[in-house]
């Protein structure tokens, strides 16, 4: 049992929990990021050969996970998977005896009558399961209810837990939760009130608009500190920042120029209205002061087809593509001795595959140098650091503590608005903490039983 501090004690049910060997076995993952290399699969992997060594050895686990993409196939993601799964099984006498991949909940139910000691994997489930993002009142009525009930269930899918699905709601019927969710529920629930008064810095980069909501959530925070460090949310917040902070003008360029514009305007069209007002507020707290923010000094820009190095004032003269050498280096410098959390990434994955010339890599080295503790937040983040594994020694700084991965995105601004803005808990938390209520129940009921 695992007990999470918070505005009040959330109880959870871990795997330490399990008292008698598991039958069937509903294993919720979350494995939708770039394919490799991958820390969602990784903990996967860990997660079920776990669950097979708590389990009948003849019985099965069903697992699923949701795609970005509503129609999209988890097929690439599935087949790394499976040869991770594979990697690991001993071939005398493999802990899973068949590993496959299904498209629909009839499938699932057949493959299960089909196969025993199995991994059995239905893809994207806001695909094959109707219900999955808008679930009935009455979801115990549900086909993907109906076919999970009674089986042991094992829910590793925190970065989900902001959100009120099916695959999710059906852990309140009985939840024991992954280490990994555990752990990461505890680091993100640390680091936000940890060593109150001790500055923490956020770089926030990428191209989602859920990192302004990240940004809303420092405001009045003395101990948090936002680093604007790349992907389109800095031009568009740099565009606001411009109209709507003349202090800073001294610092800013009078305009972000006409290709940027044209950047901002592509990735944002589809709700530009409601985008461009939260990044307006956002920037008259930043005027205010109630928001702390760290800009650039220089940024690394696209000149017809050519890298150029130029200061921030000079941004309208190209492209942006990363924030510049001069930038990394001060990041690094402040950054001493403290925590830094990075979540989204920099750069366009392309560019990090460049290896030793890439901007990401640059950050990191620099952070690693300085920081007490660098936690790195979301898997297409995490994927895109340990693309650099090699070049950063990352192993070495796993195992001192000072990198800390984490693979749970967007969640964060939701915990942390419940923990500090009067939010309420994540749905996907809550059903987590009925299903392990009720598992605890049946485990004390057999451990001492009642008269």
């Known amino acids: 049992m695992k007990i999470i501090n918070g505005p009040e004690e959330v109880i959870l049910a871990d795997l330490s929990d399990v008292i008698e060997p598991l039958e069937t076995v509903f294993f919720r993952t979350d494995i939708n990021e770039p394919p490799q290399p991958s820390v969602k699969v990784e903990q996967a992997v860990k997660t079920i050969m776990q669950i097979r060594q708590l389990q009948n050895p003849r019985a099965n686990i069903l697992s699923t996970s949701h795609s970005s993409i509503p129609n999209g196939t988890l097929k690439e993601n599935f087949d790394i998977l499976k040869r991770e799964l594979e990697r690991k099984l001993d071939p005398i006498s493999p802990e899973v005896s068949d590993i496959v991949m299904v498209e629909t909940l009839q499938e699932l139910k057949k493959a299960n009558e089909k196969y025993t000691s199995s991994f059995?994997?239905?893809?994207?489930?806001?695909?094959?399961?109707p219900e999955e993002k808008t679930p009935p009142k009455d979801s115990s009525q549900t086909e993907l209810w109906k076919i999970v009930k009674g089986t042991a269930k094992v829910n590793g899918a925190l970065p989900c837990c902001h959100r009120d699905n099916l695959s999710l709601r059906v852990f309140s019927d009985g939840c024991f939760c992954n280490d990994f969710f555990v752990q990461e529920l505890e680091d993100v629930t640390r680091l936000y009130g940890i060593d109150e008064g001790t500055l923490k810095i956020?770089?926030?980069?990428?191209?989602?608009t859920q990192k302004l909501d990240a940004i809303f959530v420092t405001e009045n925070h003395q101990d948090l500190l936002v680093c604007l460090d790349g992907g389109s949310i800095f031009i568009l917040l740099l565009w606001a920042l411009i109209k709507e902070t003349p202090t800073l003008a001294r610092t800013l360029p009078s305009t972000i120029g006409k290709e940027n514009r044209e950047?901002?305007?592509?990735?944002?069209?589809?709700?530009?209205?409601k985008t461009k007002m939260k990044a307006l507020t956002l920037a008259k707290k930043i005027e205010e002061g109630s928001i702390q923010v760290i800009l650039p000094i220089d940024v690394i820009i696209d000149v017809e087809g050519k890298e150029k190095v130029v200061n921030l004032k000079d941004i309208n003269e190209g492209q942006f593509i990363s924030v510049g050498p001069n930038t990394m280096t001060m990041m690094g410098n402040i950054s001493a001795k403290r925590i830094f959390l990075q979540n989204g990434s920099i750069e366009p994955r392309s560019w990090v595959e460049n290896k030793t010339e890439s901007g990401t890599l640059l950050l990191v080295k620099e952070l690693l140098k300085h920081v007490k503790t660098l936690f790195v937040n979301g898997g297409e983040t995490v994927s895109d650091v340990r693309l650099l594994e090699k070049e950063l020694n990352l192993s070495k700084y796993r195992n001192n503590g000072k990198l800390r991965e984490l693979a749970i995105g967007v969640f964060v601004v939701d915990w942390w608005n419940y923990l500090g803005r009067g939010g309420k808990m994540p749905p996907g938390i809550v059903f987590a903490q009925t299903g392990s209520l009720r598992t605890l129940y049946e485990?004390?009921?057999k451990e001492q039983p009642f008269v």
């Not at 059995?120 to 399961?129: E, G, M, P």
């Not at 950047?263 to 209205?273: F, K, P």
């Open 120 to 129: 059995i994997f239905l893809d994207n489930v806001r695909k094959a399961v």
């Open 202 to 208: 956020w770089g926030i980069a990428g191209a989602r």
């Open 263 to 273: 950047l901002i305007e592509r990735v944002y069209a589809e709700e530009w209205n």
């Open 443 to 445: 485990k004390s009921r």
